[in-house]
């Protein structure tokens, strides 16, 4: 069987720039439905404590008003099952929205005003008078009692006192991040329309199937009467990665009101309403020989959850595979703090986790005089270090070479502060990375039309990455088509059902089920063809058959079919005697300003090994992503809580610091290796994340070696630079 060109593998642009660079690409916030009324939600101005009183009458007496709701009616909101939550509640409380009158969070939804219009529940919201028995908020890891998460155990791997003790050097430190928000472009919307017992949720989401257990659970429906569409979503980074409590308000709010409702968080409802990463404190030790082998690794992470959830950002991931030791111990502990739940943001754990981990090693290499990239070399693990399996494919030490051949690193030039151009400090710091890859079943539709044209659907989405794009080569390779007769369906729970976009698992899951479903619809096409004599392909080996649009539609339009569809679906293998894990190195140059401290990142490479490459300029766009995601990690992004109040200091963009092109030098992309022969029908894994991870590390070694000082607490600014303050 052959097509007429390899599809897989070119570089297309992205077939949904037109309409988003025209502003036709219909979101969440564009659907437009007759009778919308639009709500409001009032937040809580506390962090801990109890609403003692809400006076709504002005509320519900004001213009337009359709609808007050606060913890004493009238919404009615059943038990969730929520994929993520520790309770019986929607992400964010582990409790039904406005089901009490406890506060746990500072911004915590306490009230929604439905109204005809924005303006008219923003105006009745903001007429709601609300009285609180506040209590001391706990806001801070330090002041809390660590504890280890529910269901966890320590990782302990042979014995880190002896393995410490046969170290002829050893390095001890400790690591510091703050809170971060994801700070979508899009906030997160939601419209939702009932039809009798039907409810459709137009929803700003990574995970449709999620939200519609959610809603169906909620509302003791079905879940095939429940509805949740998403065509474009605005980017995520993990803040619409589950189920908010908004979601389900607005869906009871439109049954109360008969009518449909639309929901669109501010800016500053975003930093309190779609979860956070929390901020992390974390313990290092390494033990070595004098030759540079490990011969310890003690990681222990402390990140904070909120008093409903058990999220856990954990930082030991990458720790656990990413070096060959034989004596390692790894312990997480969560804090509960009055703040928001904590959510899975771009490269959850990994991101702070590396930043600690990468720091440590670069430190232990300034130690024993090695080069940095050497260092690692001599440690590289061969097999997964945690469980023994080989690796389904590792490519990590061209990564380390090919990386480090495009960057010119220098390995005899690892004298802090020798470079200088004026005033200017000039330094080079590199970093591991690491990104295990979620399996996930998927399924996916395909459907050949007469008209030349051929269809997929599957119940995935486009957060932004080039799903659209990606899909429909995958479909146009096995079909013999070009990409531009290929229509992609995606956001739609009545399609095919696929996991989150999430976890850098869309390609490498939804993929081989487009895969799939492309190769039944064709050889069924093909096997009743072979087998009708009056068809021209009639006793033909299939296998030498040339399959293009003019095979189908000839096929199609002789015995006078519209079209025909197939199903295929991807399990993944549960039993595989594999580790599967996206690697990389990252490589970067600092310029700092002897003067004022100021960090300027002048260029970076990243050196990936993603398996195959479906198409190298979307692959290369979640790349540089996740490389200025780790910018900003590194030097700008810091949520700032209030220590007493528990507040969200700046809830806009003018205080939480975001990277523009003015502050990003040149980020250079090379991706190594080839297809995994044994992850999946295309040999590809995740592109999303792993570009995070080591980013932030590789840039805080850059600044010591430039100017001799060593940051262990990020962001980077002039004054820890300047060690003032």
């Not at 990375?433 to 989405?461: F, I, K, N, W």
């Not at 486009?462 to 070009?482: E, F, K, N, P, S």
């Not at 992503?625 to 590194?634: D, E, N, Y």
Request: aromatic share 4%; with cysteine; hydrophobic share 40%.
């Amino acid at each position: 069987m052959s097509s007429p060109a390899p599809w897989i593998g070119a570089a297309r642009p992205r077939v949904d720039g037109p309409v988003k660079v025209t502003g036709t690409a219909v979101y969440t916030g564009d659907v437009a439905l007759p009778g919308l009324a639009h709500a409001v939600l009032l937040q809580s101005t506390i962090a801990k404590g109890r609403i003692t009183g809400l006076d709504i009458a002005a509320a519900e007496a004001a213009p337009g008003v359709l609808a007050v709701a606060t913890p004493d009616g009238p919404l009615r909101i059943g038990r969730v099952a929520s994929y993520y939550s520790a309770d019986n509640g929607p992400m964010g409380d582990g409790r039904t929205p406005l089901s009490d009158h406890w506060v746990h969070h500072h911004g915590q939804h306490i009230a929604m005003v439905v109204a005809e219009t924005p303006e008219q529940a923003l105006a009745a919201a903001e007429s709601i008078r609300v009285r609180y028995h506040e209590e001391p908020p706990l806001v801070r890891i330090e002041d809390a009692i660590p504890q280890t998460p529910p269901g966890r155990e320590d990782i302990v791997r042979g014995d880190l006192t002896t393995g410490l003790a046969v170290a002829d050097v050893r390095v001890e430190a400790y690591y510091e991040t703050p809170p971060q928000h994801m700070n979508a472009m899009e906030p997160c919307t939601t419209t939702a329309r009932w039809a009798g017992d039907r409810l459709t949720v137009y929803d700003s989401t990574q995970t449709l199937t999620q939200v519609r257990i959610a809603l169906a659970t909620a509302f003791g429906l079905p879940a095939e009467h429940v509805r949740v569409l998403s065509g474009f979503v605005g980017g995520g980074f993990g803040s619409k990665g589950t189920v908010w409590p908004h979601v389900l308000l607005v869906a009871a709010a439109a049954r109360h009101v008969g009518r449909p409702v639309r929901l669109a968080l501010t800016r500053a409802q975003m930093f309190t309403s779609c979860g956070i990463r929390p901020a992390t404190r974390q313990r290092i030790v390494l033990g070595a020989h004098r030759d540079g082998r490990l011969t310890a690794i003690g990681h222990d992470g402390t990140t904070s959850t909120s008093p409903g959830e058990n999220v856990v950002e954990s930082t030991g991931g990458v720790t656990s595979t990413l070096y060959a030791c034989p004596n390692v111990t790894i312990r997480q502990r969560i804090v509960r703090l009055d703040m928001q739940a904590p959510t899975f943001q771009r490269a959850p754990g990994r991101a702070p986790g590396s930043f600690a981990l990468e720091s440590a090693l670069d430190e232990l290499a300034h130690e024993l005089g090695l080069d940095p990239v050497e260092l690692r070399l001599r440690n590289h693990a061969d097999t997964d270090p945690a469980t023994g399996r080989p690796w389904s494919s590792k490519h990590l030490k061209d990564c380390y070479r090919l990386g480090a051949e495009r960057f010119g690193w220098d390995p005899a030039d690892r004298t802090p502060g020798t470079r200088r151009e004026g005033d200017v400090l000039i330094g080079s710091g590199m970093a591991s990375a690491t990104h295990e890859m979620d399996p996930g079943q998927a399924a996916a539709s395909a459907e050949l039309r007469v008209d030349g044209t051929a269809v997929v659907g599957v119940g995935s989405h486009d957060i932004g990455t080039g799903t659209y794009t990606v899909l429909g080569q995958i479909a146009a390779d096995v079909l013999g088509l070009d990409p531009d007769r290929i229509i992609v369906s995606l956001g739609d729970t009545d399609l095919p059902e696929a996991p989150p976009s999430i976890a850098s698992q869309t390609v490498a899951n939804v993929g081989p089920a487009v895969r799939r479903a492309c190769e039944a619809v064709r050889d069924d096409l093909l096997a009743t063809a072979v087998a009708d004599p009056e068809s021209p392909l009639y006793r033909q080996e299939i296998g030498a058959i040339v399959f293009g649009a003019d095979t189908f539609t000839a096929e199609l339009a002789r015995t006078g079919t519209p079209s025909i569809s197939a199903i295929g679906h991807h399990h993944p293998d549960v039993n595989s005697p594999y580790t599967v894990h996206s690697f990389g190195a990252q490589f970067a140059e600092v310029a700092v300003d002897a003067l004022t401290g100021t960090v300027r990142v002048r260029r970076m490479v990243g050196a990936f090994d993603i398996g195959r490459v479906v198409n190298p300029r979307t692959a290369r766009s979640q790349a540089i992503g996740g490389m200025t995601f780790g910018l900003a990690q590194a030097l700008m992004e810091a949520t700032a809580i209030d220590p007493r109040r528990g507040h969200v200091v700046e809830p806009h963009f003018a205080g939480y610091h975001l990277p523009v092109n003015a502050d990003i030098g040149t980020l250079d992309v090379l991706f190594v290796g080839g297809p995994d022969p044994h992850v999946n029908d295309l040999g590809a894994r995740g592109a999303g994340e792993i570009g995070v991870v080591g980013a932030a590390a590789a840039i805080a070694n850059a600044v010591f070696h430039a100017t001799g000082v060593r940051i262990r607490r990020l962001p980077i600014t002039p004054d820890r630079v300047l060690r003032v303050g």
